[in-house]
């Protein structure tokens, strides 16, 4: 099974993810993380897509198509894919179609996470990792259970993504509205979009996934 995790900044895209890879099986491919961990690699990517990214502005089609399939070659056709944070803009959803179509593959669902807009830059001005495995927390929302070790692997390290503060946040909301949200219908058409109350828990917002998923 493969699906589109779609919603603005912060609306809990790479948590449920998580999840869902832990519940499913799934593979994670994240769009944001592939460039996060080229730009660590300081990769002719990388350097291309910092700046872009500090400003909270979009990387190219080309860029992010060629990762997505890079990736759908290297973990095979066994596995189900989560996208998370792509497609983005309606040239990247033309371009999925064709890398589906390459792979032998399509689209089940297009999960669309509603959130309100103030919520989002809450979530994201309080959001923090595990800097060694990467587990996602926010300082209200999701805290880790003993205070500064992370429940995952026991680091005390954690860390925060230099484009989460509130002026680079506003930027990539306008950035989803622009160009993101209007590819909806593209996948509306075709009757594979379900939304799904984003403000509810962590846990009901799983809930709700996997009822679609089963
Ligand atoms: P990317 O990494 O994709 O960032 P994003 O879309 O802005 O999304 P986030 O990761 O910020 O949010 P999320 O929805 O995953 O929320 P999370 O689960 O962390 O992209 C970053 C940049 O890379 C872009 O700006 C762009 O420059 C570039 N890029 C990436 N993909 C691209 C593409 N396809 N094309 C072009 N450029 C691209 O949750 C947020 C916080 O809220 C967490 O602390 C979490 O614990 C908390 N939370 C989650 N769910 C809930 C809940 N239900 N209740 C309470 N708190 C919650």
Same mark, same amino acid.
């Given at each position: 099974?493969?699906?589109? +995790?779609l919603?603005? %900044?912060?609306a809990?895209?790479?948590?449920?993810?998580?999840?869902?890879?832990?519940?499913?099986?799934?593979?994670?491919?994240?769009?944001?993380?592939?460039?996060?961990?080229?730009?660590?690699?300081?990769?002719?990517?990388?350097?291309?897509?910092?700046e872009?990214m500090?400003?909270?502005?979009?990387?190219?089609?080309?860029?992010? /198509?060629a990762?997505?399939d890079?990736?759908l070659?290297?973990?095979? %056709?066994?596995v189900?894919?989560?996208?998370?944070g792509?497609?983005?803009?309606?040239?990247?959803?033309i371009?999925?179609? *064709?890398?589906?179509?390459?792979?032998?593959?399509? +689209?089940?669902? &297009?999960?669309?996470? *509603? &959130?309100?807009e103030?919520?989002l830059?809450d979530?994201?001005?309080?959001?923090?990792?595990?800097?060694?495995?990467? *587990?996602?927390?926010?300082?209200?929302?999701?805290?880790?259970?003993v205070?500064?070790?992370?429940?995952?692997?026991?680091?005390?390290?954690f860390?925060?993504?230099?484009?989460?503060?509130?002026?680079?946040?506003?930027?990539?909301?306008?950035?989803?509205?622009?160009?993101?949200?209007?590819?909806l219908p593209?996948y509306?058409?075709r009757?594979?979009?379900?939304?799904?109350?984003?403000?509810?828990?962590?846990?009901?917002?799983?809930? /709700?996934?996997d009822?679609? +998923?089963?």
């Open positions: 099974m493969d699906i589109i +995790l919603g603005p %900044p912060g809990g895209k790479g948590t449920q993810a998580n999840r869902l890879v832990e519940h499913h099986g799934m593979r994670q491919l994240s769009t944001g993380d592939m460039l996060r961990a080229a730009v660590k690699a300081q990769t002719p990517v990388g350097v291309q897509a910092k872009v500090d400003r909270g502005e979009l990387v190219s089609d080309e860029i992010v /198509s990762l997505i890079a990736e070659t290297a973990m095979g %056709p066994q189900g894919a989560i996208f998370d792509y497609p983005r803009t309606e040239a990247q959803a371009a999925l179609d *064709e890398i589906l179509a390459r792979h032998g593959r399509s +689209l089940d669902h &297009v999960i669309e996470l *509603e &959130v309100n103030d919520a830059v979530r994201i001005t309080g959001r923090y990792t595990c800097a060694n495995c990467g *587990e996602g927390y926010h300082e209200r929302y999701k805290r880790p259970r205070e500064g070790v992370c429940d995952k692997c026991g680091s005390t390290e860390k925060r993504r230099p484009d989460d503060n509130e002026a680079t946040v506003r930027t990539r909301m306008q950035e989803y509205r622009a160009k993101t949200a209007p590819i593209y509306e058409t009757g594979i979009v379900t939304k799904v109350d984003g403000m509810a828990s962590i846990e009901d917002v799983t809930h /709700s996934i009822a679609i +998923l089963t």
